[in-house]
């Protein structure tokens, strides 16, 4: 089949599950209680273009297809089609987009079981993965943008999916409000690369830009780009929004947080990795970025208590992982960080989501047994502790994935950290400074990630029951929607890394991701070179310092929480004191925002400034007319007075005037 | 004897101004109809006279235009006035001001 039918088809099957599962059941009601019906088309609208991908995936001869749908707008110079493009990039994140999206489509038709809008929760998802794809597949940064305010829009939804909860609908405004301030500047950015070039197509960006444009006006572009990526993948200062948009379905902050959402930004800065190279400063903006954001989350991710805020935050530290690998020059690594984090903390969120599922049929027990649950909380670790046993499938693939978030080795996540630490040491050994705090920071945390995820595994899968009657109810394993996609998560988790090798052990030939992405082998994704390569003992030496830090905390974590339980926090807390508040109150950003932002900035220039110029000027004009038109009329209203002769009289009067003009006006 | 033009039109010009002061001032509209009546025919009175004084038919082919037009105009005029009637039971027109605003 030709290419241009399948990308319709990958597009379209999505959307068109959007529209039936979101329109149908509006008209008949019947529908919305046919939960097996809706889950297969709401799930086989995500698989099947995973299948049509893994065909293109597999036929791809290496050069670029770009399919030319329809010329959007023609307006002077501005020709904008829309097209869609693929290559090695877009394969690869239509492939994530696409599987792992397909598998929590799956889970989702276990975990919403009952919920009484089913069907409205499988057309949103389903509108995301539309989203997503545009915004993938785009061959243009319009197309690629409207993809990216489709996200943004899906996220408002699903985030805010109860929307009956005031604190749900709260988090789904402040993740889309948040998002709009990037997206200004990625707008910006589009305007200035439309104003120098003339064309906002990759083929044009990618191959004329840093020859035509200057330094300046390159670095502006990218620092607009980077801050337009900061707000979808929650960067400092914008990723306020991010962990709070746990209050949408377990379901939704997997698909959000693992395979699409917030994987965005990191894209669209690879996909532009051939200007971004161009501006060192930038560079370094990105990468100390993302630094701090990585260690930052980090430390805030220990004290958390919710699971999924732990996950939350995790995200936000992987993230900024990722744009660690970006800003030292290295994309394809991002990428593939990209890939392995996909499948670990999509399978670490929907485990929790599992646990979340049982602790909230334990909470109904204990409610049916006349205990009050008021104070109970499903998500809370606290109350969880030895899961593993009533839940072994949950249990296990949560076990996998947390060792490959930590850097266990041979698991994907020691791959593809270990990797963004190699680049950052080669490029800060190649006499780029900023790389060698990249580097510390990111051995920091690397240590923080094993340290707070082992805690998160043994706090609710280890250790004592905890929950209030725990001899009398005990939870039960998820049904088998839930645990197949689960191991499915867990076996990438387990194999992806190998997708990755690093050079010393494959001596540069295994490293399939660099082959296929890298602009050295012909692929779209371009790095930084580096002069001075790092000899081969030295090499050696780092995998070894990560792997001997990821272990050696693990088995730390590991042993204090086997042996102390919730018990230790307390010790961390004495141990550090006013930091460990610090991160409790997570560095108080969200307070800092609404103080200095909303409160002085917004509230303060909005009612002293602009209240005034808007109640008095603006609406005094607007009022003033309306009132002048309402008193002038009501004096020529007095004149019409319909009665025929006093017209008649005007009449006759003019006819006067006239006639008196004509004999003696002259 | 002969009668002078301007017999003629002084005349017309007396009667269209009394025609002209029954449509203002008066109340009943029959009488206003009249009135419009009065008005016509002053006008074609001058028609006539300049018609005969300039040797010119056409002035004379006008009147009958006028005539036919008042003739139509009386019969519609005289039907509203009866419409009006048998609804409001009055003929005085500033009872009549379904239009006023």
Redesign the interface.
């Known amino acids: 089949m030709s290419h241009d039918l399948l990308v319709r088809l990958i597009l379209l099957l999505p959307l068109t599950g959007a529209v039936l599962l979101g329109v149908l059941p509006l008209f008949m009601p019947a529908l919305r209680k046919r939960e097996s019906l809706i889950g297969t088309i709401g799930t086989s609208m995500v698989v099947i273009p995973f299948a049509i991908t893994v065909y293109l995936f597999a036929s791809y001869g290496g050069d670029p297809v770009t399919v030319n749908y329809f010329t959007w707008m023609q307006a002077g110079d501005l020709t904008l089609d829309f097209a869609y493009r693929i290559d090695e990039l877009s394969l690869i994140m239509t492939l994530i987009v696409t599987g792992v999206g397909g598998v929590i489509h799956l889970y989702s038709t276990g975990y919403m079981h009952g919920d009484s809008g089913y069907w409205r929760f499988f057309a949103y998802l389903n509108l995301f993965i539309f989203a997503m794809l545009n915004l993938v597949l785009a061959n243009n940064l319009a197309v690629l943008f409207l993809g990216w305010e489709g996200v943004g829009l899906c996220s408002y939804l699903l985030i805010g999916y109860w929307y009956t909860d005031l604190e749900n609908s709260a988090a789904a405004n402040k993740a889309f409000i948040v998002n709009r301030i990037g997206d200004f500047a990625f707008l910006m950015a589009m305007f200035l690369i439309f104003s120098e070039l003339g064309s906002l197509s990759f083929d044009v960006l990618l191959s004329d830009a840093a020859s035509v444009l200057s330094t300046d006006t390159i670095n502006y572009i990218v620092l607009l780009l980077f801050i337009g990526a900061t707000g979808k993948s929650a960067q400092i200062p914008l990723f306020v929004w991010l962990p709070d948009a746990m209050a949408g379905p377990t379901p939704v902050s997997a698909l959000i947080h693992a395979a699409t959402m917030v994987t965005s930004g990191l894209y669209l800065l690879a996909r532009m990795s051939p200007i971004v190279l161009e501006t060192e400063i930038v560079m370094a903006i990105i990468a100390i970025t993302g630094a701090l954001t990585a260690i930052m989350a980090a430390t805030i991710a220990i004290t958390q208590n919710d699971i999924k805020k732990v996950l939350a935050y995790s995200t936000v530290s992987q993230l900024g992982y990722m744009f660690m690998a970006a800003g030292v020059g290295a994309f394809f690594v991002a990428i593939f960080h990209v890939l392995t984090h996909a499948f670990f903390k999509a399978c670490l969120f929907l485990g929790s989501g599992s646990v979340i599922h049982s602790m909230e049929h334990v909470e109904h027990d204990l409610e049916h047994e006349g205990e009050d649950v008021s104070d109970f909380d499903p998500q809370d670790m606290r109350t969880m502790g030895n899961l593993q046993k009533y839940m072994p499938s949950t249990g296990w693939t949560y076990f996998i994935a947390t060792l490959a978030i930590s850097g266990i080795p041979l698991l994907a996540g020691f791959f593809s950290k270990d990797e963004i630490l190699f680049k950052a040491f080669e490029y800060g050994y190649d006499g780029n400074t900023y790389a060698w705090f990249v580097w510390v920071v990111g051995i920091v945390t690397a240590a923080l990630t094993a340290f707070y995820m082992t805690r998160s595994y043994y706090l609710t899968f280890m250790g004592e029951e905890r929950w209030p009657m725990a001899d009398k109810i005990h939870p039960h394993e998820s049904s088998w929607r839930m645990t197949v996609p689960l191991w499915i998560l867990a076996a990438g988790s387990v194999l992806t890394g190998f997708l990755g090798l690093p050079a010393v052990i494959a001596h540069g030939e295994w490293n399939w991701i660099h082959h296929y992405l890298g602009a050295d082998y012909g692929g779209p994704v371009a790095e930084a070179s580096v002069a001075g390569h790092v000899s081969l003992p030295i090499e050696w030496a780092l995998i070894g310092l990560s792997s001997v830090i990821a272990v050696g905390v693990f088995f730390y974590a590991r042993n204090v929480y086997l042996s102390q339980g919730i018990a230790f926090d307390e010790s961390l807390k004495a141990r550090f004191g006013g930091l460990y508040e610090l991160w409790e109150n997570k560095y108080r950003w969200d307070d800092f925002y609404n103080n200095v932002v909303v409160e002085a900035l917004i509230n303060q220039i909005s009612r002293d400034g602009l209240a005034p110029f808007d109640s008095k000027i603006v609406d005094g004009a607007v009022n003033g007319i309306a009132s002048a038109t309402q008193e002038s009329s009501s004096l020529l ?1 007095r004149i ?6 006093n017209y ?2 005007a009449l ?1 009067f003019g006819v006067v005037l006239v006639i008196g003009l004509m004999l003696f006006g002259g | 004897m002969e009668v002078a033009l301007n017999w003629y039109l002084g005349l017309s010009a007396i009667l269209f101004s009394i025609g002209t002061l029954g449509v203002l001032f008066k109340r009943n509209a029959i009488v206003l109809l009249m009135s419009v009546e009065l008005m016509l025919n002053a006008v074609n009175l001058t028609l006539v006279a300049l018609s005969q004084s300039m040797g010119d038919p056409d002035g004379q082919l006008l009147v009958f235009f006028t005539i036919a037009v008042a003739a139509a105009e009386a019969a519609v005029g005289l039907a509203i006035v009866i419409a009006i009637f048998r609804r409001k039971l009055t003929v005085d027109i500033t009872e009549i001001n379904l239009f006023k605003f």
């Open positions: 209203r019409q007075t319909g009665v025929v002769q008649a009289l006759v």
